[in-house]
Antibody, heavy 119, light 107 residues
């Protein structure tokens, strides 16, 4: 069974940091581009970050560039998202996703982990 | 950034009806448009890739069409399990963006 399981969400104060993890199983993790997508409380979906299969290439929208860092450990089948300088607008459910061809669509989604940025 | 506008925001239908959901892009995105379904308290699920390509395991009543700026997701004979939110997403140019969604609800 192909599965993605996120963890690490929680309540953090504005300006704080948090690191999310995503454990992958049921497929050859090291062969796939992976991404994080978030869903705001208003139910809007936003792409957050993408990393190539080998980890050499990363991509971010301007809204998180310089504050978020996506990384991966292919030996541990795990994807990460390091978030810093968090803002209230970063409050969302964060989904780990798989991009099957590296061309920007998402065929597998985790259940999500909730990040709340509030004082 | 490419803006995707979905319409209508809400669609109220009776099971058995056939429906069309629209997604319009602010500039041409060729066929780099994908559709997702999200049921209440679940994660999104990929329904259609590249505007019209089917996905394994997705019922054949779901189909997609369009290219350039105008796209349509069609559901032939809606079933009760189809009610929920539908989102389009473009992968033509960074940053990848999503539409605001269409809520399909029971009339």
């Amino acid at each position: 069974d192909v599965k993605l399981v996120e963890s690490g969400g929680g309540l953090v104060k504005p300006g704080g940091s948090l690191k999310l993890s995503c454990a992958a199983s049921g497929f050859t993790f090291s062969s796939y581009t992976m991404s994080w997508v978030r869903q705001t409380p208003e139910k809007r979906l936003e792409w957050v970050a993408t990393i190539s299969s080998g980890g050499s290439y990363t991509y971010y929208p301007d809204s998180v560039k310089g504050r978020f860092t996506i990384s991966r450990d292919n030996a541990k089948n795990t994807l990460y998202l390091q978030m810093s300088s968090l803002k209230s607008e970063d409050t969302a459910v964060y989904y780990c996703t798989r991009d099957p061809t590296g061309t920007g669509y998402f065929d597998v989604w985790g259940a999500g982990t909730t990040v709340t940025v509030s004082s | 950034d490419i803006v995707l506008t979905q319409s209508p925001a809400t669609l109220s239908v009776t099971p058995g009806d056939s429906v069309s959901l629209s997604c319009r892009a602010s500039q041409s995105i060729s066929n780099n448009l994908h559709w997702y379904q999200q049921k209440s308290h679940e994660s999104p699920r990929l329904l259609i890739k590249y505007a019209s390509q089917s996905i394994s395991g997705i019922p054949s009543r779901f189909s997609g069409s369009g290219s350039g700026t105008d796209f349509t997701l069609s559901i032939n004979s809606v079933e009760t399990e189809d009610f929920g939110m539908y989102f389009c997403q473009q992968s033509n140019s960074w940053p990848w963006t999503f539409g605001g969604g269409t809520k399909l609800e029971i009339k």
